[in-house]
């Protein structure tokens, strides 16, 4: 049956973390595959790292579809200390066991001052603002923009959505909000927390780096794009407090923080201008899954938000689990109510 589905976009298609993410098609989440065993017990993590890569090869898929650039070029998953050494070789071991492809690099793998590595050959790389403008072109979904939505109101007749672009009546409301749900719905107001995410971005170099790369327990990411370009983003851990916000801006201690890590694993392009600086807010969730389901008082509004910094390895995959729900199915891990009382 035809639908018509209108998306209100706060400010424009991309404009958020779905466009400014560092780009890593990885397979697996923010923990390793060995913490995620102890945290969600084997059977949930086997299920969870294999809708990583569903959701990898679908992504590839979309991006081939559209043109969008995407490479496959495996990634570096790196350990920075004896600890994590441990523990992405435990995660190599277990992996392996469970059918996924994975090689333990016992040294660093890339000869640039850190300590261990594993590589994950299937792995890629993509352009994510690209890839989201393509999705919603081809989903033939309205659009309108600049329409940042600040309440919604159940009536009989539908669910009043109140936006800054003007107000929709609507049979079924479906939440794509991540970090800013709490402001839109109290109910999610202890099972979502913002987190900034800041990235810089290098002039063009000779190439330094194939691979994706996710090292110091996620909290550094980089890439080198094929125009020479280097991304890197990360160091949220060191001022938790000060990023947990909704604002938007760089700081000081962050980007410095990135610049450092250049110098300490790329020395090369230590003298190369900065080109771009910019942030992205992500939403994280107590147990780190993302959240599912649709508010107990009024079922007609769903949400798939709480990526953990991780909606491009997920996000695919968690809206199907959003869409078996609503089909009267089962949100299965990612199911809101484990921690919700409000939700269905």
């Known amino acids: 049956e035809r639908r018509d589905i209108l998306v209100l976009d706060a400010r424009h298609v991309a404009g958020g973390a779905s466009g400014r993410n560092g780009g890593l098609l990885l397979t697996g989440v923010a923990h390793s595959y060995a913490n995620a065993c102890t945290l969600y017990g084997r059977d949930t993590t086997r299920e969870l790292w294999s809708l990583t890569v569903r959701n990898r090869e679908a992504m590839i898929g979309w991006a081939t579809k559209f043109g969008t650039p995407v490479r496959r070029c495996g990634s570096y998953i790196l350990a920075c200390d004896e600890r994590q050494a441990e523990e992405l070789n435990e995660s190599v071991a277990l992996m392996r066991e469970d059918g996924f492809k994975a090689e333990w690099h016992a040294s660093d793998p890339l000869k640039r001052n850190f300590v261990a590595g594993m590589y994950i050959p299937d792995d890629g790389a993509i352009q994510p603002a690209a890839l989201t403008t393509g999705l919603i072109k081809a989903s033939g979904a309205q ?24 107000d929709v009546l609507a049979q079924r409301v479906f939440l794509a909000t991540n970090a800013w749900t709490p402001l839109l719905v109290a109910e999610f107001a202890d099972a979502i927390v913002p987190g900034r995410g800041q990235v810089i971005a290098t002039a063009p170099a000779p190439e330094v780096l194939k691979e994706a790369c996710y090292c110091d327990d996620g909290f550094e990411y980089f890439q080198q794009l094929p125009d020479g370009r280097f991304v890197l983003g990360g160091y949220r851990n060191l001022a938790f407090e000060e990023e947990r916000t909704y604002a938007d801006h760089t700081t000081p201690t962050i980007q410095s923080a990135l610049e450092a890590f250049l110098a300490d694993h790329f020395p090369e392009l230590v003298e190369l201008p900065i080109e771009r600086r910019w942030s992205g807010t992500m939403a994280f969730t107590p147990d780190g899954l993302p959240l599912v389901g649709r508010l107990r008082r009024d079922e007609r509004i769903a949400f798939a938000v709480g990526f953990n910094g991780h909606g491009l390895g997920l996000g695919i995959m968690v809206a199907e689990h959003l869409l078996s729900d609503l089909a009267g199915g089962d949100a299965g891990m990612f199911a809101a109510r484990r921690m919700m009382p409000g939700a269905l």
């Not at 659009?143 to 003007?166: F, T």
């Open 143 to 166: 659009i309108r923009e600049a329409s940042e939505v600040y309440a919604l109101e159940s009536q009989d007749d539908g669910v009043l959505v109140r936006s800054r672009g003007g």
